[in-house]
């Protein structure tokens, strides 16, 4: 683990948790490890997750709410899942994210298709992370944008197989 004040190390950056030890790359871990989770459930699809970017998908179709529209919930489901991802992988494999604030600001409807999220921190600490996430549809307009500050903790000895 880095010294209290000093950012992970570049190695620690690069995978998602040692709980998956294997080769795949983070996003095959991150779907071959949440099989009954609400990232799932959602269908939100991980493209690319590193400690500076993560980007994912999610389909309208279900996570609708009762008007035909991308409910707003969903937005926020997506954006928590992926600044909680980029957390964990600044954090590294001894640590684990946990979400303690979110907010999210809905600009258009999305009807149809997916809708793709980017997250970018905007403070990577060595106790606290926070991530802006844009949310655009396939037309590429901004459908939503969220924040989410995560907490960085040692993790528990049932989370890691070190």
């Avoid at 294997?22 to 990232?39: C, E, I, K, S």
């Avoid at 959602?42 to 970017?53: F, K, P, Q, S, Y």
């Avoid at 979110?102 to 793709?116: C, F, K, W």
């Amino acid at each position: 683990m880095a010294a209290y004040g000093q950012p992970p190390t570049a190695e620690k950056a690069t995978t998602m948790s040692s709980a998956a030890q294997d080769d795949r790359p983070v996003t095959g871990q991150t779907t071959a490890r949440t099989p009954n989770t609400l990232m799932r459930r959602m269908g939100i699809e991980i493209l690319e997750a590193t400690a500076e970017r993560v980007v994912g998908t999610m389909p309208v179709e279900g996570n609708t709410q009762p008007y035909g529209l991308l409910h707003g919930g969903a937005s926020v489901v997506l954006a928590e899942t992926l600044g909680s991802v980029g957390s964990a992988l600044h954090a590294g494999p001894q640590r684990i994210a946990v979400g303690t604030d979110i907010n999210a600001t809905h600009h258009r409807a999305a009807r149809s298709g997916l809708v793709t999220g980017v997250a970018t921190p905007i403070s990577l600490g060595n106790t606290l992370c926070s991530w802006e996430i844009v949310i655009t549809d396939e037309d590429g307009r901004k459908v939503c944008t969220s924040r989410i500050t995560c907490l960085l903790r040692d993790a528990p000895p049932s989370a890691t197989t070190d």
